[in-house]
């Protein structure tokens, strides 16, 4: 189930995430982590979303085919240099859940090929510096694709019916995981993707949250971002 949306204005900031670096901002894992914290929705929550499905379209995740509890959610959560398809990632994230726990955790900064505007280190912490000496993506990706279930030991990519992709406006995320994986020469399993951003625009309708951005949704699920 891949889900990708335009987003407005309000929506549209990404989640800024920090690194292995000593940071008052949260790294990125625990961002990812705070994606996982709203897998659990509330009773109303549930019900908005039941009620949003069309007749014949599938309603509920345990539709699927697949038990929840079997499921491993990998969320994940990236930074770039930009948010074009010209732009690097500097750092991946992620976290695998399973029926509500943390199984492991995943980072790693990236080293872009080039230098880091002030603009993008004012809305990721990330700076040129930080990123010197760390491993460029070519070494990286195939480290998350085996790690996440995306790839077999042998570097083939294999889509897992137990892992589903999880992001925040998760076309960014995918788009540039994808992007990745094509410039590492590796083929892209196409996974199933839950985008949290969707999810919330049907859940939590506004007045219910002020926006839609995932500092947002964190505080009204209670968990840390």
């Known amino acids: 189930m891949t889900s990708a949306t335009a987003s407005t204005p309000d929506d549209a900031a990404h989640p800024t995430t920090s690194t292995t670096h000593a940071s008052p901002r949260p790294s990125s894992t625990t961002v990812a982590t705070s994606h996982a914290g709203a897998l659990r929705p509330g009773p109303e929550v549930r019900t908005r979303l039941g009620e949003a ?8 995740l345990d539709e699927l ?52 505007s002030a603009r993008i280190t004012a809305l990721t912490g990330i700076t040129t510096s930080m990123v010197a000496g760390a491993p ?51 083929d892209w399993p ?18 219910m949250v002020a926006n839609h951005r995932l500092q947002t949704l964190a505080g009204h699920f209670s968990t840390s971002p």
């Open 53 to 60: 499905a069309p007749v014949g379209v599938q309603g509920r």
């Open 65 to 116: 085919g697949t038990p929840l509890a079997e499921i491993e959610w990998v969320v994940v959560d990236l930074e770039t240099t930009g948010i074009g398809a010209h732009a690097s990632i500097t750092e991946i994230g992620a976290v695998r859940v399973r029926d509500g726990r943390v199984l492991d955790e995943f980072q790693s900064l990236v080293d872009p090929g080039e230098a880091i």
């Open 136 to 186: 460029p993506i070519d070494a990286v990706y195939p480290a998350f694709a085996r790690w996440a279930g995306l790839e077999d030991a042998r570097g083939m990519a294999e889509a897992s019916p137990t892992v589903v992709l999880v992001a925040h406006k998760a076309a960014f995320d995918i788009g540039f995981l994808r992007r990745a994986a094509g410039a590492c020469g590796h």
């Open 190 to 207: 196409r996974p199933r993707v839950v985008d949290t951003l969707a999810l919330a625009r049907v859940a939590l309708p506004r007045p």
